[in-house]
């Protein structure tokens, strides 16, 4: 009963580089999100997918892209860091989608650390 | 206006203390509430959920929600050490797109 998994859990990066965040649920949830965690700000929505094969922004989605693999698996990537990058990243997933509108709650992962340099 | 305030704090009480949180929202369509627990280096995880007006009780823990004033509540009876960590309050509408969160509040219970 893994639920959500995030790779990797720490990640530091020069400005430039660019990086893939994994997630994986093992939960059969139609929907998954990409959230990012700064102090002072919450939790905001980056991208989100609905269910497999659509993708959509969110409130920050500049300089990020993703990806649903599959139902399983969402990653995240960005193509050139910024320190304004710098954050801790969350994924999360969501049975929403199913036809049971009457639970709604998330799972999340343990979240990526993210450091640009 | 944010869609959803809440009060960072921190708070700080005494073990036994009674906790109350809180969160304002504007959207009057929200219908779906909720609070998620998060320890320090770690995910949220769900912790109350709410569909509605009314009141929820799990436990230690009791969650209200007053649409007539957009003011959600989360109490915390006979509160302990291991109840120190952020809670986040979250809500949608129907259908939404996905769950607009509050900042959190640090909670802090002292033995």
Known sequence: ?117 | QKEVEQDPGPLSVPEGAIVSLNCTYSNSAFQYFMWYRQYSRKGPELLMYTYSSGNKEDGRFTAQVDKSSKYISLFIRDSQPSDSATYLCAMSVPAGTALIFGKGTTLSVSS
Not at chain 1, 4 to 20: E, H, I, N, R
Not at chain 1, 63 to 76: H, T
Request: charged share 15%; hydrophobic share 25%; proline share 4%.
């Open chain 1, 1 to 117: 009963n893994a639920g959500v998994t995030q790779t990797p859990k720490f990640q530091v990066l020069k400005t430039g580089q660019s990086m893939t965040l994994q997630c994986a649920q093992d939960m059969n949830h139609n929907s998954m999100y990409w959230y990012r965690q700064d102090p002072g700000m919450g939790l905001r929505l980056i991208y989100y997918s609905a269910s497999e094969g659509t993708t959509d922004k969110g409130e920050v989605p500049n300089g990020y892209n993703v990806s649903r693999l599959n139902k399983r698996e969402f990653s995240l990537r960005l193509e050139s860091a910024a320190p304004s990058q710098t954050s801790v990243y969350f994924c999360a997933s969501s049975p929403r989608g199913t036809g049971d509108w009457d639970y709604y709650g998330y799972t999340f992962g343990s979240g990526t650390r993210l450091t640009v340099v």
